[in-house]
């Protein structure tokens, strides 16, 4: 492989992987707080269509990206009010976001713009536009790393930038600062937090917000960054596959960074090679279609290191029997 | 003398659904003194200090602090009106350092940094005031939990508690561990903190209080000072009546061996080795009492008898080796062969709360043939059975159609000894077998396993109650460690004796036998932490 | 009243389905008359359309997509008076005598797209993205590498499918990466048989400003002057005409392929600056060879195989 | 002494739930202008008011229930199997096996063989999931969603590659041979002079379901198995303690649930496609969840919630047809079902159990 097909594999990569991104570490403050979360899906769905359609309807992406955030966020509340409110199964309520947002988001997209689910397409304004970072032109002419800086790191959307820029922050607020530590002490003994003076519920629903924020990114990234508007189920599993990440990345920021950087490029290559011929054998491209679905089997069967979720995950905060 | 109570509660009431915890509470604690609070288990002793620190909300009632009426609706407040309270389980983040636990919502600002160098300071200096030396930067999970009860006084009195509240302290300590709690609450005390303590062990409330309140069933039955008080009148004030505590039993005719344990191990999924090659005999015809702080080893040596977990060594029952590990070394195969199993935790392991009563009583046996008809279950046959059963125990009430859960403790006990009693085997294993129950019902069951003792089963019985090991066994061997410190027949030995042992302290180490407990668990907590890594 | 039963795609599935809401809605616009149609939700509800519609009397009963055929096999005995079509689908007629079968040449209309993208072409390497990987799609990007490779031995076709899962009609994002992976490796004309993945395609080929090749419907509009053509499948017509015809419908099986004008590439206003005369001629060549029965386009659904291309 | 009698928590708390649903649902039919009463007694009478109607309405119902009883299984074990879409998927290729490839004399004989192979196909498609999480933990939440997408792979590569007629269109399997085409309740029911359940697909599945319901009662509450499946779904602590073996229960628990499931594919692929296609499960996996919660996990509350959803998607088909709500409100209706069923029930059950307590003192 030559260094551009290799630069492009790497580029497809980046962008797949940016959603992801959004959506893992969105998982990953929920989850460290002890809500487990299998709606990103959902909310990613719901904020690529609010994103779309507010962009579409002002003719401004940034109107758009707060809808897009404002959907998910509410989708966050709902999984809030169901989880930590009435301690109720956090799974199910995952699961229930996730056809909330499947029908909602067609049912409204159909009720306003009368094209099946679909958001007119975005132009201009309505869409981000990729980025041309300094000296980018300039520099392309140096070998290998001129390439590297221009067709690689720079000329990507704004939100891709956000993305990767979330990684350390999310890092320097979970083991930086004091917000961090409560949400991480929530998730692992939710007693010792309620015993310590804080509120469980206060920093449970604020990590649920945070969620719901960085799921808004990923949506809004998905139909205003990537596409020019929203087509009905267009996260197609993106958020199953950001869970899967998670994990995989021990509830970890950075880590989180690199797994979904694996998982871009799994799919990358798997769009770029399909039916991949290996001597006399054909691997089918169905093989490569599941690939990351397997990987994560594997991954979790153990074999890649193993994964402990937060102690007090997935159990609501009871005080009173 | 017109100084205002450090604390007063006036007239407190707490319900949890149908269960009444508190009723109508009114106690009144003076500054600079220790206040004990005495009472069974299940009688709200714990509710209520969580009231008074902000955990549950009162359902009525009002709390005073020095004098003034103070809303007390979350922790944060009672922690702002200088209340400190250290849990019967503790409230600690396992996977945090002793240091964040501190800090944990007693932050400076909204970065870490300085709160932990700050934290970090005082945390030196309180040690050095208080004998209170734990290493600010080990992982709790990695502590004992002795190490880890001081990490939660040191939480207290870094949020610069002034009244201390101290649940159960020395549940999970041994009589050395003890005394230099009591020994650092008197420091405080003499500091003019005030102390509420919590017990059931009139010992220690004897020993360092000096007013003590007795609760029952969620009232406060009196308040006396402790030195116008004596043990047999806060028992009766406790219990509702005279108490006789002493168990009549003739001396044990021990005939052949009928369980041998030799060096048996286990390792649990952490990798710390529980149990480092225990050896033991119980004959037939005897009570075999094994003592010991809780985590030392014991449930896991039931656990391991018990099938529960696999582990090496021998065990031969009647001369015949049981399989360890693999097929056949599971629970129901040790039922099989004669082995019964009163579990510590009747809650988690002995019954399944949401099933009836009479599911209950075949629980464990269900693979009995007799416990069927055809490919089903014989039903009616059980519950017949287990009405009888029942009955015998003197189980309230006698319903077999209830589920566990609505069965107050200490008859959720009778229904698992009359399962596994009425079995007729040929060993009984026995875990805490009054822990939660009521005074009734500690005679009758003590009744009942030395009924069994004299109808020649051999007996192992493992408690964290000395008086208890002492009323009921004919040999007592003592672990600390995963190992047995040593043997003693009850007529020969002492607590002080035995508490030395329970610290790891062989009669061999003369000397001091402060230092010596505190060596031996520091080694003990080295090697727990190794295991960890 | 005739009626519309759309395929589980949905009736705006922006080519196929919508093309059949489109004729529906000339229909009614044309004649004044009105019609009732439904979204499919699930399979069970095929034969419970076809047989509420037929016993509420509607008349012809018009059915989209390829996986109407046997539902109808089972229904149409129980209704010999209500006239059944199945565009996609093929019903034995002898069977039964109610069912029109309409059945589209689409190896050929997406040849004539192939020489198109051929000649238009810089590069010499043109793209196909296909969406679920099934036996039509394939159907599509056969004929098209026909047409591509009669025009231009020398050029090279890369074919890519989105999927394995219906999700594969509905991921504009992997349309898109897959676009700029074929870009990335040369091609310069992209035609999309994808659904709502199209969208994605489409967008990035006007974003990388170069060709793309719509379907079903003409979606030249959607990027005016960046999409070269559309593959047309005049689903449109067929369901008009069926509609127009009414009770009086002729059933038996209807083959519409170039001759017949069922398919053929889109020209409008959109795109009259991309096909030059030369191209017009040689397209419009191609196609009346294929017409006259000198060229035959191989089709790959009659023996799975594909002689230009392989999956 | 419980808050609440068993009786309210049985009923009372999902009757609410539902009807909270579907005043909910009602407010979001109203906001796209459509009138909800109007919706209600389209549905009415397209699902329950004709024989045809019921036809289908019970064929959905048999889907559900096995759906409904798989969820169940592994939720007496403690388990969520969100995996029953890719069982059913799976399921439905060892229906098409059978009945493409063995020459049956009779349906009678196909039915108990396809049974069989449905099973069998479900439950080690369940298999490695159960054994990863019996063995080393791996979360079966996540495994089992993995496991769809895995299935769905599969069947599309075997139904495209390998078990496609030439020339044909569909990513389907031939038409299964007549031998194997079940009896519909028309062919059951059907008079000449009396024709019901015209051309509706419920079949003799239906009362295979109904069974099934039968066989789960007396499974889990009359057999050791089950007595030892609800007590490790309880309490593993204590299933250790009794000898009871968390990996097998782990696994048997998920290998009915996914037999189960497979069972569901004998209702669409060999009742009513009588071949198999891509999309025969439709999420009838995931609805199973909402209909195990509605129930409680029992056979009585699964038939009752299966017909729920049975009627729902019954009645949602007749919107569809005569009005122009589209289809995605259906899904709307579900997803509130689930929420409010499911995740919310609390919201209902607290205030209940409050009302009995102050009952209980006041009487
Ligand atoms: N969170 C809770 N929810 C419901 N019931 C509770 C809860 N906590 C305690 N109870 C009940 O309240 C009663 C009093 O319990 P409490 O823990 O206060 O007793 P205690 O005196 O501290 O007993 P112990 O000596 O065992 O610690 C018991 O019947 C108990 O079952
Ligand atoms: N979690 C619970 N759910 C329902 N009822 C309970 C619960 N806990 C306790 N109860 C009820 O409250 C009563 C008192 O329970 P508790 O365990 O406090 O009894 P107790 O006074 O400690 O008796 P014992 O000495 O036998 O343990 C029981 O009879 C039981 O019916
Ligand atoms: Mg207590
Ligand atoms: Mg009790």
Same mark, same amino acid.
């Given at each position: 492989?030559?260094?551009?097909?290799?630069?492009?594999?790497?580029?497809?990569?980046?962008?797949?992987?940016?959603?992801?991104?959004?959506?893992?570490?969105?998982?990953?403050?929920?989850?460290?707080?002890?809500?487990?979360?299998?709606?990103?899906?959902?909310?990613?769905?719901?904020?690529?269509?609010?994103?779309?359609?507010?962009?579409?309807?002002?003719?401004?992406?940034?109107?758009?990206?707060?809808?897009?955030?404002?959907?998910?966020?509410?989708?966050?509340?709902?999984?809030?009010?169901?989880?930590?409110?009435?301690?109720?199964?956090?799974?199910?309520?995952?699961?229930?976001?996730?056809?909330?947002?499947?029908?909602?988001?067609?049912?409204?997209?159909?009720?306003?713009?009368?094209?099946?689910?679909?958001?007119?397409?975005?132009?201009?304004?309505?869409?981000?536009?990729?980025?041309?970072?300094?000296?980018?032109?300039?520099?392309?002419?140096?070998?290998?790393?001129?390439?590297?800086?221009?067709?690689?790191?720079?000329?990507?959307?704004?939100?891709?930038?956000?993305?990767?820029?979330?990684?350390?922050?999310?890092?320097?607020?979970?083991?930086?600062?004091?917000?961090?530590?409560?949400?991480?002490?929530?998730?692992?003994?939710?007693?010792?937090?309620?015993?310590?003076?804080?509120?469980?519920?206060?920093?449970?629903?604020?990590?649920?917000?945070?969620?719901?924020?960085?799921?808004?990114?990923?949506?809004?990234?998905?139909?205003?960054?990537?596409?020019?508007?929203?087509?009905?189920?267009?996260?197609?599993?993106?958020?199953?596959?950001?869970?899967?990440?998670?994990?995989?990345?021990?509830?970890?920021?950075?880590?989180?960074?690199?797994?979904?950087?694996?998982?871009?490029?799994?799919?990358?290559?798997?769009?770029?090679?399909?039916?991949?011929?290996?001597?006399?054998?054909?691997?089918?491209?169905?093989?490569?279609?599941?690939?990351?679905?397997?990987?994560?089997?594997?991954?979790?069967?153990?074999?890649?290191?193993?994964?402990?979720?937060?102690?007090?995950?997935?159990?609501?905060?009871?005080?009173?029997? | 003398?017109?100084?205002?109570?450090?604390?007063?509660?006036?007239?407190?009431?707490?319900?949890?659904?149908?269960?009444?915890?508190?009723?109508?509470?009114?106690?009144?604690?003076?500054?600079?003194?220790?206040?004990?609070?005495?009472?069974?288990?299940?009688?709200?002793?714990?509710?209520?200090?969580?009231?008074?620190?902000?955990?549950?909300?009162?359902?009525?009632?009002?709390?005073?602090?020095?004098?003034?009426?103070?809303?007390?609706?979350?922790?944060?407040?009672?922690?702002?009106?200088?209340?400190?309270?250290?849990?019967?389980?503790?409230?600690?983040?396992?996977?945090?350092?002793?240091?964040?636990?501190?800090?944990?919502?007693?932050?400076?600002?909204?970065?870490?940094?300085?709160?932990?160098?700050?934290?970090?300071?005082?945390?030196?200096?309180?040690?050095?005031?208080?004998?209170?030396?734990?290493?600010?930067?080990?992982?709790?999970?990695?502590?004992?939990?002795?190490?880890?009860?001081?990490?939660?006084?040191?939480?207290?009195?870094?949020?610069?508690?002034?009244?201390?509240?101290?649940?159960?302290?020395?549940?999970?300590?041994?009589?050395?561990?003890?005394?230099?709690?009591?020994?650092?609450?008197?420091?405080?005390?003499?500091?003019?903190?005030?102390?509420?303590?919590?017990?059931?062990?009139?010992?220690?409330?004897?020993?360092?209080?000096?007013?003590?309140?007795?609760?029952?069933?969620?009232?406060?039955?009196?308040?006396?000072?402790?030195?116008?008080?004596?043990?047999?009148?806060?028992?009766?004030?406790?219990?509702?009546?005279?108490?006789?505590?002493?168990?009549?039993?003739?001396?044990?005719?021990?005939?052949?061996?009928?369980?041998?344990?030799?060096?048996?191990?286990?390792?649990?999924?952490?990798?710390?080795?529980?149990?480092?090659?225990?050896?033991?005999?119980?004959?037939?015809?005897?009570?075999?009492?094994?003592?010991?702080?809780?985590?030392?080893?014991?449930?896991?040596?039931?656990?391991?008898?018990?099938?529960?977990?696999?582990?090496?060594?021998?065990?031969?029952?009647?001369?015949?080796?049981?399989?360890?590990?693999?097929?056949?070394?599971?629970?129901?195969?040790?039922?099989?062969?004669?082995?019964?199993?009163?579990?510590?935790?009747?809650?988690?392991?002995?019954?399944?709360?949401?099933?009836?009563?009479?599911?209950?009583?075949?629980?464990?046996?269900?693979?009995?043939?007799?416990?069927?008809?055809?490919?089903?279950?014989?039903?009616?046959?059980?519950?017949?059975?287990?009405?009888?059963?029942?009955?015998?125990?003197?189980?309230?009430?006698?319903?077999?159609?209830?589920?566990?859960?609505?069965?107050?403790?200490?008859?959720?006990?009778?229904?698992?000894?009359?399962?596994?009693?009425?079995?007729?085997?040929?060993?009984?294993?026995?875990?805490?077998?009054?822990?939660?129950?009521?005074?009734?019902?500690?005679?009758?069951?003590?009744?009942?396993?030395?009924?069994?003792?004299?109808?020649?089963?051999?007996?192992?019985?493992?408690?964290?109650?000395?008086?208890?090991?002492?009323?009921?066994?004919?040999?007592?061997?003592?672990?600390?460690?995963?190992?047995?410190?040593?043997?003693?027949?009850?007529?020969?030995?002492?607590?002080?004796?035995?508490?030395?042992?329970?610290?790891?302290?062989?009669?061999?180490?003369?000397?001091?036998?402060?230092?010596?407990?505190?060596?031996?668990?520091?080694?003990?907590?080295?090697?727990?932490?190794?295991?960890?890594? | 009243?005739?009626?519309?039963?759309?395929?589980?795609?949905?009736?705006?599935?922006?080519?196929?389905?919508?093309?059949?809401?489109?004729?529906?809605?000339?229909?009614?616009?044309?004649?004044?008359?009105?019609?009732?149609?439904?979204?499919?939700?699930?399979?069970?509800?095929?034969?419970?359309?076809?047989?509420?519609?037929?016993?509420?009397?509607?008349?012809?009963?018009?059915?989209?997509?390829?996986?109407?055929?046997?539902?109808?096999?089972?229904?149409?005995?129980?209704?010999?008076?209500?006239?059944?079509?199945?565009?996609?689908?093929?019903?034995?007629?002898?069977?039964?005598?109610?069912?029109?079968?309409?059945?589209?040449?689409?190896?050929?209309?997406?040849?004539?797209?192939?020489?198109?993208?051929?000649?238009?072409?810089?590069?010499?390497?043109?793209?196909?993205?296909?969406?679920?990987?099934?036996?039509?799609?394939?159907?599509?990007?056969?004929?098209?590498?026909?047409?591509?490779?009669?025009?231009?031995?020398?050029?090279?076709?890369?074919?890519?499918?989105?999927?394995?899962?219906?999700?594969?009609?509905?991921?504009?994002?992997?349309?898109?990466?897959?676009?700029?992976?074929?870009?990335?490796?040369?091609?310069?004309?992209?035609?999309?048989?994808?659904?709502?993945?199209?969208?994605?395609?489409?967008?990035?080929?006007?974003?990388?400003?170069?060709?793309?090749?719509?379907?079903?419907?003409?979606?030249?509009?959607?990027?005016?002057?960046?999409?070269?053509?559309?593959?047309?499948?005049?689903?449109?017509?067929?369901?008009?005409?069926?509609?127009?015809?009414?009770?009086?419908?002729?059933?038996?099986?209807?083959?519409?392929?170039?001759?017949?004008?069922?398919?053929?590439?889109?020209?409008?206003?959109?795109?009259?600056?991309?096909?030059?005369?030369?191209?017009?001629?040689?397209?419009?060549?191609?196609?009346?060879?294929?017409?006259?029965?000198?060229?035959?386009?191989?089709?790959?659904?009659?023996?799975?195989?594909?002689?230009?291309?392989?999956? | 002494?419980?808050?609440?009698?068993?009786?309210?928590?049985?009923?009372?708390?999902?009757?609410?739930?539902? @009807?909270? #649903?579907?005043?909910? +649902?009602?407010? /979001? *039919?109203?906001? =796209?202008?459509?009138?909800?009463?109007? %919706?209600?007694? $389209?549905?009415?009478?397209?699902?329950?008011?004709?024989?045809?109607?019921?036809?289908?309405?019970?064929?959905?119902?048999?889907?559900?229930?096995?759906?409904?009883?798989?969820?169940?299984?592994?939720?007496?074990?403690?388990?969520?199997?969100?995996?029953?879409?890719?069982?059913?998927?799976?399921?439905?290729?060892?229906?098409?096996?059978?009945?493409?490839?063995?020459?049956?004399?009779?349906?009678?004989?196909?039915?108990?063989?396809?049974?069989?192979?449905?099973?069998?196909?479900?439950?080690?498609?369940?298999?490695?999931?159960?054994? @990863?999480? #019996?063995?080393?933990? +791996?979360?079966? /939440? *996540?495994?089992? =969603?993995?496991?769809?997408?895995?299935? %769905?792979?599969? $069947?599309?590569?075997?139904?495209?590659?390998?078990?496609?007629?030439?020339?044909?269109?569909?990513?389907?399997?031939?038409?299964?041979?007549?031998?194997?085409?079940?009896?519909?309740?028309?062919?059951?029911?059907?008079?000449?002079?009396?024709?019901?359940?015209?051309?509706?697909?419920?079949?003799?599945?239906?009362?295979?379901?109904?069974?099934?319901?039968?066989?789960?009662?007396?499974?889990?509450?009359?057999?050791?198995?089950?007595?030892?499946?609800?007590?490790?779904?309880?309490?593993?602590?204590?299933?250790?303690?009794?000898?009871?073996?968390?990996?097998?229960?782990?696994?048997?628990?998920?290998?009915?649930?996914?037999?189960?499931?497979?069972?569901? %594919?004998?209702?669409?692929?060999?009742?009513?496609?009588?071949?198999?296609?891509?999309?025969?499960?439709?999420?009838?996996?995931?609805?199973?969840?909402?209909?195990?919660?509605?129930?409680?996990?029992?056979?009585?509350?699964?038939?009752?919630?299966?017909?729920?959803?049975?009627?729902?998607?019954?009645?949602?088909?007749?919107?569809?047809?005569?009005?122009?709500?589209?289809?995605?409100?259906?899904?709307?209706?579900?997803?509130?079902?689930?929420?409010?069923?499911?995740?919310?029930?609390?919201?209902?059950?607290?205030?209940?159990?409050?009302?009995?307590?102050?009952?209980?003192?006041?009487?």
């Amino acid at each position: 492989m030559d260094l551009l097909t290799l630069l492009q594999v790497l580029d497809s990569t980046v962008r797949l992987a940016t959603p992801l991104l959004l959506a893992c570490l969105a998982g990953l403050f929920s989850e460290r707080s002890g809500v487990f979360d299998i709606g990103l899906e959902g909310k990613m769905l719901a904020a690529a269509f609010a994103s779309a359609a507010v962009a579409a309807l002002t003719g401004s992406v940034w109107i758009g990206l707060l809808a897009g955030i404002g959907a998910a966020v509410f989708m966050s509340l709902i999984h809030g009010l169901a989880s930590i409110t009435f301690r109720g199964n956090q799974l199910i309520s995952g699961v229930a976001i996730n056809f909330l947002a499947s029908g909602l988001t067609v049912l409204i997209a159909q009720d306003l713009f009368g094209q099946g689910g679909r958001t007119p397409s975005l132009i201009g304004a309505g869409r981000f536009e990729p980025i041309t970072l300094p000296f980018a032109e300039a520099l392309s002419g140096v070998p290998v790393l001129g390439p590297i800086y221009a067709d690689l790191i720079s000329g990507h959307s704004i939100l891709v930038y956000v993305a990767f820029a979330m990684v350390p922050l999310s890092w320097w607020v979970l083991f930086r600062t004091r917000f961090g530590l409560r949400l991480r002490a929530v998730g692992d003994s939710p007693e010792a937090v309620d015993t310590a003076g804080v509120s469980v519920a206060g920093l449970r629903y604020g990590a649920v917000l945070i969620c719901g924020l960085l799921c808004g990114l990923a949506g809004a990234y998905l139909a205003t960054g990537l596409q020019a508007g929203f087509v009905r189920e267009m996260t197609a599993g993106r958020g199953y596959i950001a869970l899967a990440a998670l994990i995989f990345a021990k509830w970890r920021p950075v880590h989180a960074l690199w797994a979904c950087l694996l998982f871009g490029l799994l799919q990358a290559v798997a769009l770029r090679y399909q039916n991949i011929h290996l001597g006399g054998i054909t691997i089918p491209v169905q093989v490569m279609d599941a690939l990351p679905y397997i990987l994560t089997v594997i991954i979790l069967a153990g074999f890649v290191g193993k994964a402990i979720p937060p102690r007090a995950g997935g159990e609501p905060y009871v005080k009173e029997r | 003398m017109t100084q205002a109570p450090a604390i007063e509660l006036k007239g407190i009431s707490k319900a949890f659904g149908p269960v009444q915890a508190n009723k109508d509470i009114n106690v009144r604690v003076m500054p600079g003194t220790i206040h004990g609070i005495i009472g069974e288990n299940g009688a709200g002793k714990s509710t209520l200090m969580s009231i008074l620190y902000g955990f549950y909300k009162a359902d009525a009632g009002e709390i005073f602090v020095a004098g003034r009426k103070t809303d007390i609706p979350n922790s944060q407040a009672a922690i702002a009106a200088g209340i400190g309270m250290v849990f019967q389980h503790f409230k600690l983040v396992q996977n945090f350092t002793v240091l964040e636990n501190v800090i944990l919502g007693a932050e400076d600002g909204p970065m870490l940094r300085p709160s932990l160098a700050r934290a970090r300071g005082v945390l030196k200096q309180l040690s050095e005031d208080y004998e209170l030396s734990v290493d600010p930067d080990q992982l709790i999970e990695n502590l004992s939990v002795g190490h880890q009860q001081r990490v939660e006084i040191l939480k207290a009195l870094y949020r610069q508690a002034d009244i201390l509240i101290l649940d159960e302290p020395t549940g999970v300590l041994t009589p050395a561990e003890a005394d230099h709690l009591f020994r650092i609450l008197d420091g405080l005390r003499a500091q003019g903190k005030t102390i509420i303590l919590i017990t059931h062990k009139l010992r220690e409330i004897m020993e360092i209080t000096d007013t003590v309140s007795v609760m029952r069933r969620g009232g406060m039955t009196a308040t006396v000072k402790t030195a116008e008080t004596s043990p047999e009148q806060l028992a009766e004030l406790m219990v509702g009546r005279k108490v006789l505590l002493q168990v009549h039993k003739t001396p044990a005719r021990p005939g052949a061996p009928v369980l041998q344990i030799d060096d048996l191990r286990h390792t649990d999924r952490h990798g710390v080795e529980r149990l480092r090659g225990v050896s033991l005999t119980v004959h037939a015809g005897e009570v075999l009492g094994i003592a010991g702080v809780a985590g030392n080893g014991q449930s896991e040596l039931l656990e391991a008898i018990g099938g529960c977990v696999d582990a090496s060594g021998s065990i031969l029952l009647n001369g015949k080796a049981l399989p360890l590990s693999g097929p056949g070394s599971d629970g129901a195969a040790r039922r099989a062969a004669g082995i019964a199993h009163v579990p510590e935790d009747r809650q988690t392991e002995g019954l399944i709360m949401p099933f009836t009563a009479w599911e209950n009583t075949v629980f464990g046996y269900h693979r009995d043939p007799a416990c069927q008809t055809g490919p089903l279950m014989n039903n009616a046959a059980i519950k017949q059975q287990a009405q009888d059963k029942m009955t015998r125990y003197d189980v309230r009430p006698p319903n077999p159609a209830l589920a566990a859960r609505n069965f107050s403790g200490g008859n959720q006990q009778k229904i698992v000894l009359a399962r596994e009693i009425e079995r007729d085997p040929d060993v009984l294993l026995i875990g805490q077998p009054t822990r939660g129950v009521d005074i009734g019902a500690i005679e009758f069951i003590h009744k009942e396993i030395i009924r069994l003792r004299d109808a020649g089963k051999a007996i192992l019985l493992v408690s964290v109650e000395l008086d208890e090991i002492f009323a009921l066994s004919d040999r007592i061997a003592v672990m600390f460690d995963g190992k047995i410190m040593g043997e003693r027949a009850p007529e020969s030995t002492d607590q002080t004796e035995l508490g030395l042992l329970m610290a790891g302290v062989t009669a061999s180490q003369a000397g001091d036998p402060i230092a010596a407990v505190d060596a031996s668990l520091h080694q003990k907590e080295r090697r727990e932490a190794r295991a960890h890594d | 009243d005739p009626a519309l039963i759309y395929d589980l795609g949905g009736k705006f599935d922006k080519s196929f389905n919508e093309a059949a809401f489109m004729g529906a809605e000339e229909y009614a616009a044309e004649t004044g008359g009105s019609y009732k149609d439904i979204e499919l939700q699930s399979e069970a509800q095929r034969e419970q359309a076809l047989r509420r519609f037929a016993e509420a009397g509607f008349n012809p009963v018009v059915t989209t997509g390829f996986s109407m055929s046997s539902p109808i096999s089972s229904v149409a005995a129980d209704y010999p008076d209500t006239k059944f079509v199945t565009i996609d689908g093929y019903v034995d007629p002898s069977e039964h005598p109610n069912v029109l079968s309409i059945l589209f040449s689409e190896h050929e209309g997406s040849y004539l797209t192939g020489v198109l993208a051929a000649l238009a072409s810089d590069t010499g390497t043109v793209g196909f993205i296909g969406g679920m990987d099934i036996p039509l799609i394939r159907k599509f990007a056969c004929g098209y590498a026909q047409g591509v490779l009669a025009t231009n031995p020398d050029a090279t076709v890369i074919s890519n499918m989105t999927g394995t899962t219906p999700a594969a009609w509905n991921d504009p994002v992997k349309g898109t990466e897959l676009a700029s992976a074929q870009i990335s490796q040369g091609a310069d004309v992209i035609f999309a048989a994808a659904g709502g993945t199209g969208i994605g395609v489409l967008q990035a080929a006007a974003d990388a400003d170069i060709l793309s090749v719509g379907v079903d419907s003409n979606q030249n509009h959607l990027h005016p002057g960046k999409v070269l053509t559309s593959m047309l499948k005049r689903v449109d017509v067929a369901v008009r005409e069926s509609m127009a015809q009414g009770a009086d419908l002729e059933t038996g099986v209807m083959m519409l392929g170039l001759a017949e004008n069922g398919v053929g590439y889109a020209l409008d206003d959109n795109n009259a600056d991309l096909i030059t005369a030369e191209m017009k001629s040689a397209v419009d060549a191609a196609r009346e060879q294929i017409i006259a029965g000198e060229v035959t386009v191989h089709d790959y659904s009659s023996d799975d195989s594909c002689p230009a291309l392989s999956f | 002494m419980d808050k609440m009698p068993a009786w309210a928590d049985a009923v009372l708390v999902p009757l609410i739930s539902i @009807l909270l #649903a579907a005043l909910l +649902s009602a407010l /979001v *039919i109203l906001a =796209i202008g459509e009138s909800p009463l109007d %919706a209600l007694t $389209l549905m009415i009478e397209g699902a329950l008011m004709r024989s045809s109607g019921w036809g289908y309405t019970l064929y959905y119902t048999t889907n559900f229930i096995f759906t409904g009883l798989c969820v169940a299984v592994a939720f007496h074990a403690r388990m969520f199997n969100i995996g029953g879409e890719g069982q059913a998927m799976i399921g439905g290729l060892g229906v098409a096996l059978v009945c493409l490839f063995i020459p049956f004399p009779h349906w009678s004989v196909a039915l108990l063989v396809a049974t069989l192979a449905a099973a069998v196909f479900g439950a080690l498609w369940a298999l490695i999931p159960a054994y @990863l999480q #019996a063995k080393r933990g +791996s979360h079966i /939440v *996540i495994t089992t =969603i993995m496991f769809n997408f895995i299935a %769905a792979a599969v $069947l599309n590569y075997v139904l495209v590659n390998l078990l496609r007629p030439t020339g044909a269109m569909d990513p389907a399997t031939a038409t299964f041979p007549a031998a194997t085409h079940l009896p519909t309740f028309q062919d059951m029911f059907a008079t000449p002079d009396n024709p019901l359940f015209r051309g509706a697909p419920a079949n003799v599945t239906f009362f295979l379901a109904v069974l099934a319901c039968v066989a789960f009662w007396l499974v889990m509450w009359r057999t050791r198995l089950g007595y030892e499946i609800r007590a490790f779904g309880h309490s593993e602590s204590a299933a250790k303690y009794a000898g009871i073996s968390p990996v097998r229960i782990t696994v048997v628990a998920m290998l009915m649930s996914g037999g189960l499931a497979g069972m569901m %594919a004998l209702n669409t692929t060999m009742g009513e496609a009588e071949r198999l296609v891509l999309n025969a499960t439709e999420g009838a996996g995931f609805i199973g969840i909402a209909v195990a919660l509605m129930g409680r996990s029992h056979p009585v509350g699964i038939f009752l919630a299966a017909l729920l959803f049975g009627f729902l998607y019954q009645g949602g088909a007749e919107l569809a047809l005569w009005t122009s709500i589209p289809r995605e409100l259906i899904t709307v209706i579900q997803a509130l079902v689930i929420l409010f069923t499911g995740a919310l029930d609390n919201m209902v059950r607290m205030p209940l159990e409050r009302v009995f307590l102050a009952l209980r003192k006041g009487a």
